[in-house]
Nanobody, 111 residues
Framework: EVHLVESGGGLVQPGGSLRLSCAAS????????MAWVRQAAGKGLEWVSTIDHSGGTGYADSVKGRFTISRDNAKNTLYLQMTSLKPEDTAVYYCQKGITRGQGTQVTVSS
């Protein structure tokens, strides 16, 4: 059974940084494309970033140059380094494999 557990969210001031982690289990992590998606209050899911099994990455225009996705296959962990955070980055962030997501971690950017 696929199990994804996000952590690392919190309250941060505009311009600040956070690093999200996603611990994965129940599948061969190194073989799969993984993604981060987010959902702001009252809005739909928004794709943020993807990393494939070979380390190739993609980013939404809204986060390009500010966010970095990475993975540690030895630790079965996905990361999202977020810098220069803006209030519009406020959302629940989920890691995703296929259509399966974790419980999410809240990121709030506010002064």
């Amino acid at each position: 059974e696929v199990h994804l557990v996000e952590s690392g969210g919190g309250l941060v001031q505009p311009g600040g940084s956070l690093r999200l982690s996603c611990a994965a289990s129940g599948f061969t992590f190194s073989s799969y494309t993984m993604a981060w998606v987010r959902q702001a209050a009252g809005k739909g899911l928004e794709w943020v970033s993807t990393i494939d099994h070979s380390g190739g990455t993609g980013y939404a225009d809204s986060v390009k140059g500010r966010f970095t996705i990475s993975r540690d296959n030895a630790k079965n962990t996905l990361y999202l380094q977020m810098t220069s955070l803006k209030p519009e980055d406020t959302a629940v962030y989920y890691c995703q494999k296929g259509i399966t997501r974790g419980q999410g971690t809240q990121v709030t950017v506010s002064s």
